[in-house]
Nanobody
Framework: QVQLVESGGGLVQAGVSLRLSCTTS????????MGWFRQAPGKEREFVAG????????HYADSVKGRFTISGDNAKNTVYLQMNNLKPEDTAIYYC???????????????????WGQGTQVTVSS
């Protein structure tokens, strides 16, 4: 069983930055994928960003392009989500997830992922 542990959430004002971290107990083979999703109250879970452990492929939701950056540290089995210029509409629970299958690419489909973390709350006040 793979465990994912997120950290770094909090309550911040609009315009500031936060960095989320997610450490996985699973393997960090180059073609496996890590991703971030978020879920706001009353809304469905939505894709935010994904990265292949090799670092060669990243994918972002249009709503965060240019503001969020996903990166990974294979040595630490940790993936990061740097969130800049946060907006109130970024308020949500952020979930880390992983797809542990060879030849994977980041995808926006939550059904494609194998394991999920418990989530970390991000609240952005205006």
């Amino acid at each position: 069983q793979v465990q994912l542990v997120e950290s770094g959430g909090g309550l911040v004002q609009a315009g500031v930055s936060l960095r989320l971290s997610c450490t996985t107990s699973g393997p960090s083979f180059s073609s496996y994928v890590m991703g971030w999703f978020r879920q706001a109250p009353g809304k469905e879970r939505e894709f935010v960003a994904g990265i292949r452990w090799a670092g060669d492929i990243t994918h972002y939701a249009d709503s965060v392009k240019g503001r969020f950056t996903i990166s990974g540290d294979n040595a630490k089995n940790t993936v990061y989500l740097q969130m800049n210029n946060l907006k109130p509409e970024d308020t949500a629970i952020y979930y880390c997830t992983t797809r542990i299958r060879w030849g994977s690419r980041p995808t926006e489909d939550p059904e494609a992922y194998d394991y999920w973390g418990q989530g970390t709350q991000v609240t952005v006040s205006s």
